[in-house]
């Protein structure tokens, strides 16, 4: 019994007693004179007041007439039918007198809390019996309920979190969905039975990626953060032995992984954007023992180009620290050394848009072993996430047209998604519902630290299945809160010689948590408790989806994620930086390419501009052949071999009229290669205004 009533009852036992002895009275002196007198009355056959007062004051006071008079007159029935009615009006009054007196709500230093669980359908004032996200049995969340429809749950090992909560959600048809499925067993049950209802199915298999759909990261870049993102997970989120390396390398490895997935971006063909080319341009380049090559390909870029600008600060550095940087990025980028995963990362076949336009059932596969890629997914769910909230945002009533339900099992193996925490306070309005689904809560504290609370608060609905972690039974008894009990102190007091010489009794109010940890650890495994915002907790069976109907549709068209054959992906390519794929169609012409060898190797500050009109005014190809019919030996090496004369810096015209000299090499540094060289530019020069003009009169002045 509840303590508030057993108090009221102990401190009301005289009232009790009262109203007991009230109802005697009234049933003496009240129902038996007027069942007598109603009789007298009768049998005048008019109602006579005068008569009715006499007969009524006679029994009143003389209570053994008025026995006689019922006996004699046989209106016993007729009494007991007065009085039973009058004693239902009684209890009646007495009741909600004895509820007033109740001490509702009341907190004067005697409660010390007021939790108890939902009773007498009390949960569905939020919740409903039949529709909505399945919680446990008769337990649903209405899809258009006020406040967010995000779902934390909480289960050990063998809980039953995807045979209550994930494979039953799956077959309610709610919309799109993305789930995490690190055996491949909601693919197994739920995959065909979705197809059959119209459902796209993609799957992204990190187990077996000869099975798996395309994913391509840099397919999905539309904006530097993007860039940011895949740059930051892939160097700093693969944790490496030892842990507290100094983060100088890390930070530099980004960067230049930045600058290569940009240079890719602005250069190269879809098919050669992808991360293995990115370890193949590192690979490249520290096979070739210096930053000649990245500094090359960099070079064509504009100055103030992205890739140009983030390659800068790496390529100023020491031979040594530059090849320690190569090395670095080389060790995180090894896992696109693995064909299988190259050719995944290369080919894209899973549009993001999709899943808020059509229904769509997106199967995340993944190892529950190892942690190799989980770098991968955390670029996939936060590229995915990013993109349904940009077309919510220009879609009409700013929300998807597809509700999406991200079922995401195992949620601590995806890794930290970037502002996950701000992305989940928002999604209801887009239509889009999260439900993240843990072990324990260390998970998400040791992912999020201190964001693991705004990710919980988020969630307006918990649910708990069961756990050993003693921080999650510990939390989850806390929020069950405390009730308030009455405990009875029975003392006996004995004198000297021991004998007892009475007795004594006492009520003590206390607080007791509605269940205790050690309770939450030893719960029955197919109970569940559901916190929900604004209702007490609710104690109920999880809805095991194979003791329902539903186990028989969807065992009929089950299906086994290691039979789906392989997945055509289309076209991609490793970029090759030595001998670069260029199409038929796209090479350009041999002479405007010895013509910008020319721009390349006389480039100068001072003439570029002047340069560039002379060029655009004149017939190129009649200049060209004159300087290819030009009889000097040395003048035609450097002609046709123009890339490898474009790494000599500009030549320094000097102000004084003294000769151009141009860069030697250490070995050449004899008078006789002195005179060559100087003889060789002053030709070229020569030439050079002969076929274009003068480069600049005010410095021949």
Known sequence: MNYKIEGALKKGKATIIVAIILWLLMAIVFIMPMTCARYTTTLLGHFDSGKFGEVFGKVSGRPILGIKTLIKYKLI????????????????????GFIRMMPKHRYDDIEHGSSDWSEHGEQ?????????????????????????????????????????YSIPNAYQLLGSYVFTDPKGELYDKTAGYLRQNGYKIKVLNLVHPQYSDGYNPLMHVASEIDVDIIANTIVKGQKTEGGNSDPFWDDSAEMLLKALIYYLMATRPDEEQNLASCAELVRAANSNGGSNLLTELM???????????????????PEKTYSSILSTLQSKLGKFDSKEIAELTSTDTIDFEQIGNERTAVYVISSDTHGAYDFLLTIFFSQMIQQLYDLADNSPGLKLKVPTYFILDEFANIGRIPDFDKKISTSRSRAISFSVILQNLDQLEAIYEKANETIIGNCDTHVFLGSNSQKTVEYFSKALGEKTISRDNISKNFDKEHVKTGTGESDQIMGRALMTPDELRRMNNDLCIIFEKGIRPVKAKKFYYFKKPMAKELAKYEISHNDIGEIDRGIWRKYNPYNPYVPEDEKKNVDDLKIDSLDDLFADDDITSDKKDSTQDTNLGTKLEQLENFDTDNNKTIMDNPIDQSNVPSIPIDKDDDAPMLPMDDEQKTDNSKDDEYDLQKELEAKFDELFGPIDDDDNT
């Open 124 to 164: 569905y004032q939020v919740l409903s019996k039949k529709a909505g996200i399945i919680l446990a049995e008769n337990n649903y969340l209405p899809l258009n309920k006020r406040g967010n429809v995000n779902v934390l749950v909480v289960g050990g090992s063998g809980s039953g979190k995807s045979a209550s």
């Open 77 to 96: 029935g007729e009494y007991c039918k007065n009085l039973f009615g009058f004693s239902l009006l009684y209890v009646t009054v007495v009741t909600i």
């Open 299 to 317: 070079s064509q870029l504009p100055y103030d180009h992205p890739a140009r600008m983030n390659y800068k600060s790496i390529e100023i550095a």
